[in-house]
Antibody
């Protein structure tokens, strides 16, 4: 069974850092592009970042560029999101998502359960 | 960046009603659009991909149409489990962008 399990969320002060982890099981992470999507409390979905299978092609939303770093360890079947210089507006549930876009190679839709990040003093 | 304007932001309807939600893209995105359903406290679930193709396992009462800049999601006969929030997502270019969401409520 395919599973994505996020962890690492919590309460952090403005300007602080957190590292989110997404542990994949039931499939080999190394062949899939991975995304992070976030959702502020009571608000809509926002795409955050994407990393390709090799980790050498990365994209970010402008709102997190220069502060967040997406990475992966294919040997550990794990995706990461290093979040620095956190702001109140980064408060959200963060989801890791496999592929996000339907394709013949990956027709299914897999999201983690999300991890809540709260940035507050 | 491509902006996705979704309407309406909320919609009140009854079981058995036919409802349509619209997304407009600020630039042409071909058919690079998906529709998601999200229930409270849960991760989103993809309903439609490629603007009009039904995701495996999704009931046939859901349908999508459009290409370029105008897209619609139609639910032909609302069921109690369909009351949720719906989002469109464009993946034609980065940053990928979601619509603001449509909250579908029971009348």
């Amino acid at each position: 069974e395919v599973q994505l399990v996020e962890s690492g969320g919590g309460l952090v002060q403005p300007g602080g850092s957190l590292r989110l982890t997404c542990a994949a099981s039931g499939f080999s992470l190394r062949t899939y592009w991975m995304h992070w999507v976030r959702q502020a409390p009571g608000k809509g979905l926002v795409w955050v970042s994407r990393i390709n299978d090799d980790g050498d092609n990365i994209m970010y939303a402008d709102s997190v560029k220069g502060r967040f770093t997406i990475s992966r360890d294919n040997a550990k079947n794990t995706l990461y999101l290093q979040m620095n210089s956190l702001r109140a507006e980064d408060t959200a549930v963060y989801y890791c998502v496999r592929t996000l876009v339907h394709s013949a190679y990956d027709p299914d839709d897999y999201w983690g359960q999300g991890t809540l990040v709260t940035v507050s003093s | 960046d491509i902006q996705m304007t979704q309407s309406p932001s909320s919609l009140s309807a009854s079981v058995g009603d036919r409802v349509t939600i619209t997304c407009r893209a600020s630039h042409g995105i071909r058919s690079d659009l998906a529709w998601y359903q999200q229930k409270p406290g849960k991760a989103p679930k993809r309903l439609i991909y490629g603007a009009s193709s039904l995701q495996s396992g999704v009931p046939f009462r859901f349908s999508g149409r459009g290409s370029g800049t105008e897209f619609t999601l139609t639910i032909s006969s609302l069921q109690p489990e369909d009351f949720a929030t719906y989002y469109c997502l464009q993946h034609n270019s980065y940053p990928h962008t979601f619509g603001q969401g449509t909250k579908l409520e029971i009348k």
